[in-house]
């Protein structure tokens, strides 16, 4: 099966970021060990359905039910490199002076678009410099953290100062 491994390869080179799949179909005759490929000799791509699409926003940003938890916890950050894919965790995630981890108040998706906002707004109960960075969780300490992003420019924040994060997602 080299061949559907190399096609796979090849496919995730052209853009990481996009969401891609496709179907390959095989026989294994009866009175034969070895699988066939049917048909074309390259992997068909396969369609991501509306539904599918609104199930996955679901899954991933909006559910709040235990086990289908999405990523709709947001926390912040005063460390500013820029994020990478592998990690997994915030660096200096702030964790006092109302800018805790929260469960975001606003997890919205609407069926047939491709696009799911989760924003939250942090009241600051101190003062804070240099807030630098967001990131979404599926947990409300640890968890998997799915996305981050640096701010445009370092935040300060006065007591009472409020922050809007707001998180736009499209899916491939």
């Known amino acids: 099966m080299n061949f559907y491994k190399q096609n796979i ?3 995730i080179k052209k853009d990481p970021s996009e969401i891609v799949g496709w179907l390959t179909v095989a026989v294994k005759r009866a009175n034969s060990d070895i699988w066939e490929q ?13 539904a599918g699409r609104d199930l996955a926003h679901a899954q ?16 912040v950050s005063a460390e500013g490199t820029t ?36 924003e939250h707004t942090f009241t600051a109960s101190g003062a804070h410099s240099g807030v630098h960075k967001a990131a979404m969780f599926n947990a409300s300490s640890s968890g998997t953290m799915a996305h981050a992003a640096n701010f445009s420019s370092d935040v300060t924040l006065a007591t009472n100062d409020q922050l809007k994060v707001t998180f ?5």
């Open 83 to 118: 994020p990478v894919a592998g990690d997994t965790t915030l660096a200096s995630e702030i964790s006092t002076n109302g800018l805790q981890r929260a469960d975001a108040t606003t997890k919205t998706h609407s069926n047939g678009t491709n696009t799911s906002v989760v």
């Open 60 to 75: 991933m940003y909006t559910n709040t039910s235990a086990g289908t938890r999405g990523c709709g916890y947001i926390a």
């Open 9 to 11: 390869q090849d496919c």
């Open 168 to 172: 736009t997602l499209t899916l491939g």
């Open 38 to 50: 049917v048909g074309k000799q390259t992997p068909v791509h396969n369609t991501f359905t509306n």
